[in-house]
Nanobody
Framework: QVQLVESGGGLVQAGGSLRLSCTAS????????MGWYRQAPGKQRELVAT???????NYADSVKGRFTISRDNAKNTVYLQMNSLKPEDTAEYYC?????????????WGQGTQVTVSS
């Protein structure tokens, strides 16, 4: 099992910045990709950014150029630096980790951290 604990959410004005952190614990070996997803009220959960164990990144078009995902493999921690925040970035942000287990891929989620951007 893998446990994911997020931190760093909060209330910020438009144009401001926040940094989210997510630390994995438990059976963390063979964790491959980690990432961030978000879900706004009444909307489906959507991908924000992912990063592979080798450092390859992928971003949603809506956050490209504003958000940066990074990873410290030694600390089993993934970060999301969010700059130039907009009210439409308001959502619950969830950390995600994918772990290889034989021929399967196990998916783990954190409990979420709220980000609120005021206009």
């Amino acid at each position: 099992q893998v446990q994911l604990v997020e931190s760093g959410g909060g209330l910020v004005q438009a144009g401001g910045s926040l940094r989210l952190s997510c630390t994995a614990s438990g059976s963390t070996f063979s964790i491959n990709a980690m990432g961030w997803y978000r879900q706004a009220p009444g909307k489906q959960r959507e991908l924000v950014a992912t990063i592979s164990s080798g450092g390859s990144t992928n971003y949603a078009d809506s956050v490209k150029g504003r958000f940066t995902i990074s990873r410290d493999n030694a600390k089993n921690t993934v970060y999301l630096q969010m700059n130039s925040l907009k009210p439409e970035d308001t959502a619950e942000y969830y950390c995600n980790a994918k772990k290889s287990s034989g021929s399967y891929v196990l998916v783990y989620w954190g409990q979420g951290t709220q980000v609120t951007v005021s206009s």
